[in-house]
C-alpha cells in the first residue's frame, strides 16, 4: 500500500522483517566474498591455469542456467522461503566438503563437482531472493528495498575480499571456502526467524500447468514487454563479453602485475566500493533521469571501464577502474530488476525473473571459457579492448529499443494491461 497524504513513511530500517532478513543475507553475502576470492585461488595455486579457471567457471555456469530453467517454476509453486532455506542447507554441506578434502592436498576434480550443484541451488535461491523482496516491501519501496540490500552486500564484498586474501595468504584459499561454507548456516538460521507476506495475486495459479507450461507463460510474459525483451537480448550479450571477467582480472593482478594473493583481495574489496556507490545511488538516479538514461549509461561507464583496466599498468589505477565498472553493473543490474520486479504480476515473478535469467545467462559459460583462453593466448589487454568495445557498442543499441524512453512510471503504466491480459 502507499501512504497516503499525511501519512508517515516507516523507515525500511525500523521494518524488523526486512532488518531481520536483510542482517543475514548480508552475513550470508560475507562468506560468498570470500569464496569470489577462494575458488580461482584454489584452481590457480592446483594448475596455475586460466584457462582452468575458465572453465570451471564455465561448467558452474551452466549449472546455474539449468536450474534457472525449471528455478522460476519452483519459486511460483512452492513456498519460497523454504526454498532458500534448502538452497542454503545444500550449499552449507557441499562447500564443506573442499577445505576436509584439500586436508589431503588439492583436489581439483571436487570443485568440478561441487561447484556446479552449488551455483544451481544459488539460482534458486536468487530466484526466490528477487521473488521475495515482493513479499516483504511494498511496492513503492522494491527499488529502495533493492538498493539497501545491494549497497550493503557491496559493503561487506569489501571487506570480504581483504579479510580473504589474509586467510588465504596465511591459511590457504580451502580456509577462506570454509567461510563461505559456515556463512550458509546464518542465513538459514536468519531466513527461520521471519515469514513472508501472503502471496493473494493468484499464488495457486502455477498449480494448473505443467513444467513446461509454467516456464513458457513466464518467458511469454518477458517477450511480450517490449522493454524486458531489449533488456534480455542486449544483457545476454553484455553476460557472454563479461562473465569471466573477474578471472581475467584475477590473472592480470596476480601475473601481470606480480601481485600476491592478498593483492588481489585488496583490489576486489577496493573495487566493491564501487558496487556499493552504484546501489546508492540508482534510486535518485532512476527517479531523476529514468530507467533508460541510467540503464544505458551504466553499460557505457562499465564498457569504458574495461577498455582502462586493459591499458592500466599499475594496481591502484586497475583497481579504481574495476571499482567503477563494477559501479555500472550495480546501477544497471539493480535497474533491470527493478523494473521486473514492479511490472510483473506475484504469481508469474519467479517464471519471468527465471527466464530472464536462463535466457541471458545462457551464453555466459561460453564467454567465460572463450575469454579467459584468449588471455591466456592473446593477453588481458586484446581480450579487455574488445570486451569493453563490445560493452560500448551495446550500450549504444539501446538506443534504439525501447529502453531509451522508459522510465519507472511510463514502464509501470504501459505494463499493466500486459499482467491483467495474462
Same mark, same amino acid.
Not at 207 to 235: C, D, I, M, Q, S
Not at 252 to 267: I, M, Q
Not at 276 to 300: D, H, S
Not at 369 to 385: I, S
Given at each position: ?267 576486489? /574489496?577496493? $573495487?566493491? *566500493?564501487?558496487?556499493? @556507490? &552504484?546501489?546508492?545511488? %540508482? ?6 533521469? #529514468?530507467? !533508460? ?73 561460453? /564467454?567465460? $571459457?572463450? *575469454?579467459?583462453?584468449? @588471455? &591466456?593466448?592473446?593477453? %588481458? ?6 570486451? #569493453?568495445? !563490445? ?32
Amino acid at each position: 500500500m502507499i501512504p497516503g497524504p499525511g501519512t508517515a513513511r516507516r523507515s525500511l530500517w525500523r521494518d524488523r522483517t526486512f532488518s531481520t532478513y536483510w542482517l543475514a543475507q548480508s552475513l550470508s553475502a560475507a562468506g560468498d566474498a570470500f569464496a569470489y576470492l577462494a575458488v580461482p585461488l584454489l584452481i590457480l595455486h592446483a594448475t596455475g591455469s586460466v584457462a582452468q579457471m575458465g572453465l570451471l567457471t564455465a561448467v558452474a555456469g551452466a549449472a546455474s542456467v539449468g536450474a534457472g530453467v525449471f528455478g522460476g517454476v519452483l519459486v511460483d509453486r512452492y513456498d519460497r522461503r523454504t526454498l532458500m532455506i534448502a538452497a542454503d542447507v545444500t550449499r552449507l554441506v557441499l562447500y564443506s566438503l573442499i577445505p576436509l578434502a584439500w586436508l589431503a592436498g588439492p583436489q581439483v576434480w571436487l570443485l568440478f563437482v561441487v561447484l556446479p550443484i552449488c551455483e544451481a541451488a544459488g539460482m534458486i535461491f536468487q530466484i526466490a531472493a528477487v521473488a521475495a523482496v515482493r513479499n516483504l516491501v511494498d511496492r513503492d519501496r522494491i527499488t529502495e528495498a533493492n538498493g539497501r540490500l545491494q549497497a550493503t552486500y557491496a559493503a561487506t564484498a569489501v571487506v570480504g575480499p581483504l579479510l580473504a586474501g589474509v586467510v588465504s595468504a596465511r591459511f590457504g584459499p580451502s580456509a577462506a571456502v570454509a567461510v563461505n561454507a559456515a556463512s550458509f548456516a546464518v542465513s538459514a538460521v536468519g531466513l527461520g526467524l521471519i515469514r513472508f507476506r501472503s502471496r493473494v495475486e493468484g499464488a495457486d495459479a502455477a498449480r494448473r500447468e505443467g513444467p513446461v507450461a509454467e516456464f513458457l507463460a513466464g518467458a511469454r510474459f518477458l517477450w511480450r514487454e517490449p522493454v524486458l525483451r531489449a533488456l534480455t537480448v542486449l544483457l545476454s550479450v553484455f553476460i557472454f563479453l563479461t562473465y569471466g571477467f573477474t578471472d581475467v582480472l584475477v590473472y592480470h593482478v596476480k601475473h601481470g602485475l606480480g601481485g600476491s594473493d592478498g593483492t588481489v583481495g585488496t583490489v576486489l /574489496g577496493l $573495487a566493491a *566500493l564501487g558496487t556499493v @556507490a &552504484g546501489a546508492l545511488l %540508482v534510486a535518485p538516479l532512476r527517479r531523476r533521469r #529514468g530507467f !533508460g538514461v541510467a540503464w544505458i549509461g551504466a553499460l557505457l561507464v562499465s564498457g569504458l571501464a574495461i577498455v582502462g583496466v586493459g591499458l592500466a599498468g599499475t594496481v591502484p589505477v586497475v583497481t579504481a577502474l574495476t571499482a567503477v565498472y563494477l559501479c555500472g553493473v550495480s546501477v544497471g543490474g539493480i535497474s533491470s530488476m527493478s523494473l521486473r520486479q514492479e511490472i510483473t504480476p506475484d504469481h508469474l515473478l519467479g517464471r519471468v525473473t527465471s527466464a530472464f535469467w536462463s535466457t541471458h545467462y545462457s551464453l555466459g559459460p561460453a /564467454g567465460a $571459457a572463450l *575469454l579467459t583462453w584468449a @588471455a &591466456g593466448h592473446f593477453g %588481458v589487454l586484446a581480450v579487455t579492448l574488445v570486451t #569493453g568495445t !563490445g560493452c560500448v557498442l551495446i550500450a549504444v543499441a539501446g538506443l534504439f529499443t525501447p529502453i531509451r524512453r522508459a522510465g519507472a512510471p511510463q514502464a509501470v503504466a504501459h505494463a499493466e494491461p500486459a499482467a491483467v491480459a495474462t
